[in-house]
């Protein structure tokens, strides 16, 4: 059973990239599974500094197989300039493979996606704009383009004209914007299927055939199971299809679920959101500040990779962290930015709820019980210390432990990496998450 799924588990930005960055080294195929260019997933290592939308972030390695999955929604101008970012900056793109039946962002999205937003007004979502959700919402009604179109361009002109003139009578009749024409979108979609060409392929088979060879793969969530259509603070979600939850990654890049070995859940050690929605834990105050902008002179500050929006910043949430381990069947936790709570002389983790004067212990599923939830604190030891340079779970200050062993209590699931720095060997291993001895 040779593939490990890699998902946030909170509302995204938990440090996904430089997680898989950091467990490629191990695995022949990494792999993308859902969502679009709305993911930002940064990565620091002996090339620089990069952040990827889209392409997986095993890519650094050279000669891995890097897959961007049926699972996801790929806007080729995001993809080619991506690409061309990579090889200007020296790392080698020769190994990517787009599924050939990905869905394409097309033009008429991401006016779409900003159209919607308006439209919500007081309920908008805060989406990232990037035309993600309504191809998602395509891909399900039926009315997609995937890869495999742009490289067929008599199919592709047969479903563009059909599609487009519903579009258009959308754009114009619904929300009183301005029509596209057809020549521009076909020229348009023509031009990036050349570009694009040589790297669409059937990537299941590539994936399949790699399992049965017993080869390690590793698949790349994005966003977070708090933003997930089924599981999240719903509707203030993402639209991925297949989940951002690890049960999606199967379906991402096709493959049957015994494939599947063991789950990396990526957390923070204290919460973060974009956009709008429920998020119990929340802080308005010079405490959430230090949170936001630790780190910001480096760049490495609570501000979004895909949008640069501040990011709302709050307190580990222990309740939620236990509801998306046991949605995603996490086996092992990665939990990053630990360094970060070394300013405060005091840290604190949410353990329950009360909600009308009842206690809490799991995330409800109605919106107005999720806004009204009160946390109840449990209040620990600071340890006042650097530790980026700590690379032994024993050398971090006893107060560090202590709170690094109280999430994994609240957890129920062993914290076997902790990140103490974006960089690449910024990181602590208690435990070699694929069966090696350390
Ligand atoms: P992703 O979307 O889950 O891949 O996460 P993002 O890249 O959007 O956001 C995570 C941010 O935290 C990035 O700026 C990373 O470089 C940074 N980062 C990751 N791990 C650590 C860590 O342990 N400490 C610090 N200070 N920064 C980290
Ligand atoms: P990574 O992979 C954080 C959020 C948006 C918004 C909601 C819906 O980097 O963790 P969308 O554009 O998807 O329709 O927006 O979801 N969102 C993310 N927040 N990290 C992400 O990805 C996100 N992808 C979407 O801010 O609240
Ligand atoms: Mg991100």
């Keep these: 059973m040779p593939a490990t799924v890699v998902i946030g588990g909170q509302w995204g930005d938990e440090g996904k990239g430089r997680v898989v960055d950091f467990f490629a080294r191990d695995c022949a195929v990494i792999a993308r599974y859902s969502a679009g260019s709305n993911a930002g ?259 490495t500050g609570e501000y979004g990779t895909t949008t640069g929006r501040p990011r709302r910043c709050g307190w580990f949430d222990g309740v939620l962290a236990r509801y998306t381990a046991r949605l995603n069947g996490v086996t092992s936790v990665a939990l990053t930015r630990l360094d970060v709570l070394a300013q405060f002389e005091r840290v604190k983790i949410c353990t329950g709820y009360e909600l009308e004067g009842q206690r809490v212990d799991t995330l409800p599923g109605a919106l107005t019980a999720m806004t009204a939830l009160e946390p109840i604190y449990e209040e620990l030891p600071g340890w006042r210390e650097e530790i980026s340079h700590v690379r032994t779970f024993g050398d971090l200050p006893p107060a560090a432990r202590a709170y690094v062993q109280r999430v994994e209590q609240l957890l129920g699931v062993p914290v076997d990496m902790i990140s103490v720095g974006p960089e690449r060997e910024q990181a602590i291993v208690t435990r070699d998450i694929f069966g090696g001895t350390l």
């Excluded at 047969?158 to 521009?184: D, H, M, S, W």
């Excluded at 969530?221 to 708090?226: E, M, S, V």
């Design 41 to 299: 997933h940064t990565i620091v290592n002996e090339r620089g500094r990069f952040a990827l939308h889209l392409v997986p972030a095993g890519i650094f390695y050279g000669q891995k197989i890097c897959v961007i999955g049926n699972g996801v929604v790929i806007h080729p101008q995001a993809l080619v300039s991506e690409i061309k970012m990579l090889e200007d900056r020296g790392v080698d793109t020769t190994q990517l493979l787009v599924s050939n039946r990905a869905h394409v962002v097309m033009p008429w999205h991401p006016v779409i996606d900003k159209l919607d937003e308006q439209l919500r007004g007081e309920h908008a979502i805060g989406t990232t704009g990037t035309g993600t959700g309504p191809a998602f919402v395509d891909k399900a009604g039926r009315l997609g383009i995937r890869t495999v179109d742009l490289v067929t361009p008599e199919a592709l002109e047969q479903k563009l004209r059909f599609v487009l003139e519903y579009k258009n009578a959308v754009i114009t009749k619904l929300y009183g914007g301005e029509p596209l024409r057809y020549e521009a979108v076909r020229d348009e979609c023509h031009e990036y299927g050349e570009l694009l060409r040589p790297y669409i392929a059937d990537t299941a088979v590539v994936a399949q055939d790699a399992e049965a060879r017993g080869e390690q793969l590793l698949l790349e969530g994005a966003q977070g199971a708090l933003l997930d259509l089924d599981s999240g603070t719903y509707p203030y979600v993402t639209s991925s299809l297949p989940a951002s939850i690890a049960a999606g990654a199967c379906i991402g890049v096709g493959l049957g679920p015994r494939a599947i070995a063991r789950v990396v859940g990526v957390y923070k050690a204290y919460q973060t959101r974009v956009g709008h929605g429920p998020m119990p834990t929340e802080l308005f105050d010079a405490d959430g500040d230090a949170l936001r902008d630790h780190g910001r002179a480096q760049g």
